[in-house]
């Protein structure tokens, strides 16, 4: 089986902009989860989507956005960009909805900076 | 407030040394997870526990429920283990994660 695929790998926007990025989970895995990885706060939880619904959010403002579509494949949206975006964004799938009860398998990561 | 916290921030071996990474957490989880990031980026999911121990092969996950503890333990360390360890637990469906232990296994 694949691995779990994100586009693109590197990023370079300036601050204002807006930008997508893209997670192709490993096929057959519904659960879709997005991280924030910073030299500063380490690993942080975006949000989880599952066939399609948003389950969980971190504390991240509404500037983060997401959504997964019916093949599983997801997207996360950042919009007006700052300077503090600058980050390692990861993405994960498994294969139940519950967090508890399955491994995570991750992307390579999108390194995004904002200039 | 850090609801995981993970000791040593980091640590230098030989090779061959018995290695240990302590994770402490302060919420109820569900599961506990030990993930592996080498340099430029990529994480492996390592071990996912809920209670007890796991082995895979030079590596080994214990946690404690009741002292709300976890380790990770490398036998036989080698170079090629030098990577970041992150401790990350779940509770409903967030994941909180440790700030990672950076080691550096040297031959």
């Known amino acids: 089986k694949a691995g779990v695929t994100q586009t693109p790998r590197y990023l370079i926007k300036t601050r204002g902009q807006q930008v997508t990025l893209s997670c192709s989970p490993i096929?057959?895995?519904?659960?879709v989860s997005w991280y924030q990885q910073t030299p500063g706060q380490g690993l942080q939880f975006l949000f989880e989507?599952?066939?399609?619904?948003?389950?969980n959010k971190g504390n991240f403002p509404g500037r983060f956005s997401g959504r997964q579509f019916s093949n599983s494949r997801s997207e996360m949206n950042v919009s007006t960009l700052e300077l503090g975006d600058s980050a390692l964004y990861l993405c994960?799938?498994?294969?139940?909805?519950?967090?508890?009860?399955?491994?995570?398998?991750f992307g390579p990561g999108t390194r995004l900076t904002v200039l | 407030k850090n609801e995981v916290e993970q000791s040593p921030q980091n640590l230098t071996a030989q090779e061959g040394e018995f290695i240990t990474i302590n994770c402490s957490y302060s919420?109820?989880?569900?599961?506990l997870h030990w993930l592996q990031q080498h340099p430029g980026g990529g994480i492996v999911s390592l071990f996912m526990?809920?209670?007890g121990k796991k082995k895979h092969g030079r590596l080994i996950a214990t946690i404690n429920i009741q002292e709300k503890h976890s380790s990770l333990h490398i036998t036989a360390s080698h170079p090629r283990d030098s990577a970041v360890y992150i401790c990350?637990?779940?509770?409903?469906?967030?994941?909180?994660f440790g700030t990672g232990t950076s080691l550096t296994v040297i031959p």
């Open positions: 994960a799938s498994r294969f139940t909805g519950r967090a508890g009860t399955d491994t995570q398998y």
């Open positions: 096929s057959g895995h519904r659960s």
């Open positions: 989507y599952f066939s399609e619904t948003q389950r």
């Open positions: 919420v109820g989880i569900s599961a």
């Open positions: 526990l809920s209670s």
């Open positions: 990350a637990v779940v509770t409903g469906n967030q994941f909180y």
